[in-house]
C-alpha cells in the first residue's frame, strides 16, 4: 500500500516523501490520493483504509510526523441502489427458458434468495421437502442457514431430478459429480433477459435482491428477510439472527405467488 502511495507522489513530482512538507501539504496529498482511489480506480472502502492506515504509520511512527492524520477526509463510492426486477419481469425470464435445468437453477436462486455460490455448492441433501427448507452450507462467512424451499420450486425440481439424475450436487456440471458453472449460470440468465427485453442490468445475484425485495412488499418482516439472505443484523445487540424452521415454513416464497 505505501509503494502505491509512493508511485503515485513520484507521478506528481515528488520523488521523497521525507522532503514534503509536514502539515496541510502532507496532508493534501494523502486526500488527493485516497479520492484517486476511488473515483479513478474504483478500490473498494476496505481498500482505501488500508492504504490510509499503511500511509500514517509510515508518515507517523517512521518519519515521527505529527499526528495531523486522523481527521484525513475519506472519499466515498456513491451508494447505488440494487437493480430489482418486476413480477412481471421475473415471470418473463421464466418463460424463456426452455431448457428445463436452466430453468430450475435460476428458479431455485430467486425462490430461495441464494448468492450463486451457494447455488453451485447445494448438494442433493440440502433439499428439505419435509420441512420445505433449503440448508445453506457454510454460505458467505462460513455460515450456515435455512432458506426458503417454494412449492413450485419443489415441483420443478422433482421434474429435473428424474429427467437428469444428479449424484451429489443438485445442479452437476458436464461431467458427472462437478459443480455447475459460474458462467453458465451467467449466460442462461443473460439470453433470457435478452429475449424478455428487459432494459435493466441484470445479474444473477438481481434475483437475489429481487426475492428480499419481493418478500419485503409482500410484508414479510425484514429481520426475518436478513437471516433468510444470510446477512448480518443491523441491530446493534444482535450479531446474527437466525429464523427458526417454523418460521421459515410459514413464510410463503414469492415464486407461489407467480
Request: net charge positive; with cysteine.
Amino acid at each position: 500500500m505505501l509503494y502505491r502511495y509512493l508511485d503515485y507522489l513520484e507521478q506528481k513530482g515528488y520523488k521523497d516523501l521525507r522532503n514534503i512538507e509536514e502539515g496541510q501539504q502532507s496532508k493534501s496529498l494523502l486526500e488527493q490520493f485516497l479520492f484517486h482511489l476511488v473515483s479513478v480506480e474504483k478500490k473498494s472502502d476496505s481498500y482505501q483504509n488500508q492504504a490510509l492506515n499503511a500511509v500514517k504509520f509510515y508518515l507517523e511512527k517512521v518519519l515521527e510526523r505529527d499526528y495531523c492524520y486522523y481527521n484525513v477526509q475519506r472519499p466515498r463510492k456513491k451508494d447505488k441502489l440494487p437493480v430489482v426486477l418486476s413480477i412481471e419481469e421475473i415471470k418473463s425470464i421464466f418463460s424463456n427458458i426452455n431448457n428445463l435445468k436452466h430453468k430450475a437453477i435460476l428458479m431455485t436462486i430467486y425462490s430461495a434468495g441464494l448468492r450463486i455460490g451457494e447455488l453451485i455448492d447445494l448438494e442433493i441433501k440440502d433439499i428439505d421437502s419435509k420441512r420445505m427448507l433449503i440448508r445453506v452450507v457454510e454460505g458467505k462467512g462460513n455460515k450456515d442457514r435455512n432458506t426458503l424451499l417454494s412449492e413450485k420450486n419443489l415441483q420443478i425440481l422433482r421434474t429435473y431430478f428424474k429427467e437428469y439424475k444428479p449424484k451429489k450436487y443438485l445442479f452437476e456440471g458436464e461431467k458427472e459429480g462437478n459443480k455447475y458453472s459460474r458462467t453458465s449460470i451467467a449466460k442462461i440468465l443473460k439470453r433470457a433477459v435478452l429475449k424478455s427485453k428487459i432494459q435493466k442490468r441484470v445479474t444473477v445475484h438481481t434475483l437475489r435482491h429481487t426475492f428480499a425485495t419481493h418478500l419485503l412488499e409482500n410484508g414479510v418482516d425484514l429481520r426475518y428477510i436478513q437471516s433468510l439472505l444470510g446477512h448480518n443484523s443491523a441491530m446493534t445487540t444482535q450479531i446474527y439472527t437466525h429464523v427458526s424452521t417454523k418460521i421459515v415454513r410459514e413464510i410463503k416464497s414469492p415464486l407461489d405467488n407467480l
